[in-house]
């Protein structure tokens, strides 16, 4: 006779959601963050944590086990590591960029040469062109796009459209940088490459640049300088000059990011790198101690850190130079990377129970003409968007789901990687509770709500994408390709 205590308990069956099952962990996490941030005010990751708890729950109904999940969760998380790790080099970067006097001498000469009227336009176009080069809109937004931004706020300029104008910028450069991580995952999923998935592009985000160009060039004669802008913009340049010593080894820093890039060095050392210069500048040129340098690095550079520089008396700072100065440091990223690490943990489980599957599976159902393939993708690229809030993720979740389709249909597979680029990896940062959107908020100190309606290359390019599948225009075909047979899908509950 068998000893009960030695049989191993039956494992419980697992089940494949029906349509209303597979929705609803994604309906449920939207009406928490649209309800919560939006209307309530309540914190992003706690509202992210209970979505969660609810996809857990859903998934144990089930039959998923909880082993399960936390392995889905941490696959993703895994994932998103070197991201993650990148996020939090860049809060050091900001800081010692600060402490070293690279950002204040960039924001004094740009005070000094920019005229109200045109810092829109250039915002754009110099973060257009610094991403390119680096291909990280994190990197340039973190960067050139603090300064930009504190020249806006000196000047006395819209700092909501100077901050979509700088968005706009870093996510042309995001899309057509062959060093942009989502530009070499795009083509890799769908079974295009590299490079003729950025000539590609050219269709679509080429008209996007123009367009929004000439409506941040309009929006920007808008700007002038009234009496009490430009008093604020002399007292912001009078307490740069007094605090910081200025020359030209201060470039140093932006320099190291760009000769990285250029010899396609990895990322995260890269800006480690440009810290520790700029930390030495900071203490060689500037006067700091090395403990307000690892103070710089670990909690951001302050204020108060000026006192007896120049002169200074911290207590009595413009507004303006306060904003521009009290910022950066791994702590300044913390609510970011949480954001991060609960979004995954969602997207971990929602891949688990199979519910993203389903969805796909009943959306490929009703496309059958090119544009409503184009417009499918891009619908499941921004759906992704809306309920993981990861850029990779939308590539990977709609490329694999449409890989096969477009082939099938007679449409090269790089008609895949523009559209899934042109979705929701540009629209992740204007969803409030996502990563990004946190990370472009608390580097340029502008809600999301606020700078989202002016960052109009990310709408721009999905727009034209959609046109383009209806009219045919910009479209790559080929000899369509057979579909192997499918295995039999498991009954739905």
């Not at 706009?168 to 057509?176: L, Q, R, T, V, W």
């Not at 688990?352 to 599976?361: E, K, P, R, S, Y």
Request: hydrophobic fraction near 50%; proline fraction near 6%.
């Amino acid at each position: 006779m068998t000893d009960p205590s030695t049989v191993a308990p039956p494992s419980r069956e697992r089940r494949t959601p029906g349509l209303f099952v597979a929705a609803l962990p994604v309906v449920l996490m939207l009406a928490l963050m649209v309800t919560g941030t939006l209307w309530l005010g309540l914190d992003a990751v706690v509202l992210l944590v209970a979505a969660c708890v609810v996809a857990g729950v859903i998934a144990l109904a089930l039959g998923v086990t909880w082993d399960e999940m936390l392995e889905g969760i941490r696959s993703k998380i895994d994932s998103a590591m070197p991201s993650l790790l990148i996020l939090i080099s860049i809060g050091i970067l900001i800081g010692t960029w600060t402490l070293s006097g690279t950002i204040p001498m960039i924001v004094d000469w740009g005070l000094r040469s920019i005229q109200p009227s045109w810092i829109v336009i250039l915002a754009f176009l110099i973060t257009m062109v610094v991403s390119t080069v680096t291909g990280t809109s994190w990197g340039s937004v973190g960067t050139v796009g603090v300064a930009l931004i504190g020249v806006a706020g000196g000047l006395g300029v819209s700092l909501p459209m100077t901050a979509g104008a700088i968005i706009s910028g870093a996510y042309f450069g995001d899309k057509m940088s062959p060093m942009s991580d989502t530009t070499n995952l795009a083509p890799a999923v769908a079974g295009s490459t590299l490079f003729e998935h950025i000539r590609h592009l050219l269709w679509t985000t080429g008209p996007a640049a123009v367009l929004a160009g000439i409506l941040y060039l309009v929006l920007g004669r808008t700007q002038h300088a009234d009496g009490q802008a430009v008093e604020r913009s002399q007292a912001l340049q009078d307490v740069l000059e007094q605090a910081f010593h200025f020359n030209v080894l201060l470039l140093l820093p932006p320099a190291v990011v760009l000769v990285g890039a250029v010899m396609k060095k990895p990322a995260l050392p890269t800006v480690i790198a440009s810290s520790v210069v700029a930390g030495a500048l900071g203490g060689i040129v500037q006067g700091f101690t090395l403990e307000q340098i690892s103070s710089a690095a670990a909690t951001g550079f302050t204020s108060a850190m000026l006192d007896g520089h120049g002169g200074i008396d911290p207590q009595h700072l413009p507004e303006a130079a306060e904003t521009l100065l009290n910022r950066g440091g791994m702590a300044s990223m913390t609510t970011t990377v949480l954001i991060g690490l609960a979004g995954f943990a969602f997207a971990g489980i929602l891949t688990v129970t199979g519910c993203l599957d389903v969805l796909m599976h009943r959306l490929l159902a009703k496309v059958r003409r090119t544009g409503g393939i184009i417009l499918a993708t891009a619908m499941s690229s921004l759906g992704t968007a809306l309920a993981m809030g990861v850029s990779y993720l939308t590539i990977i979740v709609p490329g694999q789901a449409f890989k096969d389709v477009y082939p099938e249909r007679g449409l090269a597979p790089k008609n895949l990687s523009r559209t899934l680029e042109d979705s929701g990896t540009v629209f992740v940062p204007l969803v409030p509770w996502t990563e990004a959107a946190a990370y472009m908020s608390a580097t340029l100190g502008v809600a999301t709500m606020a700078y989202a309606p002016y960052a109009f290359l990310n709408y721009f390019g999905v727009i034209i994408a959609v046109i383009c599948g209806y009219t045919g225009i910009g479209i790559a075909r080929q000899k369509p390709v057979q579909r192997p047979a499918e295995e039999p899908v498991p009954a739905a509950v």
